[in-house]
């Protein structure tokens, strides 16, 4: 596959697929080849279908996804993980540049998020997910990010509370410290422009250094990106559907 893309500083793209809308047998098999033996066995390791199914072209999104930006053909990427377990590209891997990427799906969507020498995450949820969001927020939320939920009107929780949701996970998947990092010990607003902002309640962080964005790629889904900015003011944040046909994969 030929390389598309740049990975110039300042920008970030991200890749997306309807999951339901692969179904093609030939891609398939050629997505199963792009796994490495271990993705494998945790493929055929799924007792559901639609799960085996989620993860295979989740996976082989990112591994196409990566070699738009690399000579690194995309069943040639080894992987490893950090502390935490955030998965990052192994070392041995031969780039001349540090790539940095994230991973995410749900039903009916997977999407990962790709940038240049800077901490990103994504986290994607579907809008029929059926939670007791109050119950939830209550619980893991912070006072501020409740009490702004529960005063919109019923029909618009579910939205708010995924969009809290994802910004949150998006955060801690950027920062790579998984659940260790209490929900409730940072909070999200937004600003008099309508941009994504973050509070934090323990000064551990800085909040100029991050930038967010939310969205709805589909009708059915939330997806929310964390970018922690290094030089540049903000990212240019490019957001691609992939449509596999059996020439690009």
């Known amino acids: 596959m030929p390389v598309r893309g740049t990975l110039a500083p300042g920008k970030t793209f991200v890749w997306f ?23 494998q066995r945790q493929h055929q390791a799924f007792h559901f279908d639609t799960d ?22 995309p ?7 950090g ?17 940095r990427f994230n991973l995410s799906h749900t039903s009916g969507l997977a999407a990962c998020a790709i940038a240049r020498d ?21 619980r ?17 929780r579910q939205r708010r509370f995924l969009e809290y949701w994802t910004l949150k ?17 940072f909070c999200f607003y937004r600003d008099a422009s309508g941009e994504w902002r973050i509070r934090f309640t323990d000064g551990n962080d800085n909040p100029k250094e991050w930038q967010f964005i939310c969205l709805q790629p589909t009708t059915s889904h939330v997806m929310s990106i964390a970018i922690r900015l290094a030089q540049d ?8 559907e992939f449509v596999p046909s059996n020439q690009e994969v």
């Open 17 to 39: 697929t309807a999951v339901n809308s692969v179904s093609d047998p030939l891609i398939l098999a050629e997505f199963l080849s792009l796994l490495s033996a271990e993705e």
């Open 52 to 73: 085996r199914h989620l993860y295979l072209v989740a996976h082989a999104l990112l591994r196409t996804s990566l070699s738009q930006y690399s000579e690194v053909q």
């Open 75 to 81: 069943a040639s990427w080894t992987f490893s993980c």
């Open 83 to 99: 502390e935490f377990g955030r998965p990052e590209i192994d070392v041995s891997v031969p780039v001349n540049e540090l790539i």
């Open 118 to 138: 800077v901490d990103i995450g994504i986290d994607v949820e579907c809008l029929d997910r059926r939670t007791s969001c109050e119950s939830i927020a209550s």
């Open 140 to 156: 893991f939320f912070s006072p501020t990010e409740f009490e702004q939920l529960t005063k919109l009107p019923e029909a618009e």
């Open 169 to 185: 996970e998006a955060y801690i998947k950027a920062c790579g410290m998984g659940l260790s990092m209490p929900l409730d010990s």
């Open 233 to 240: 003011p903000v990212h240019d944040v490019h957001v691609i």
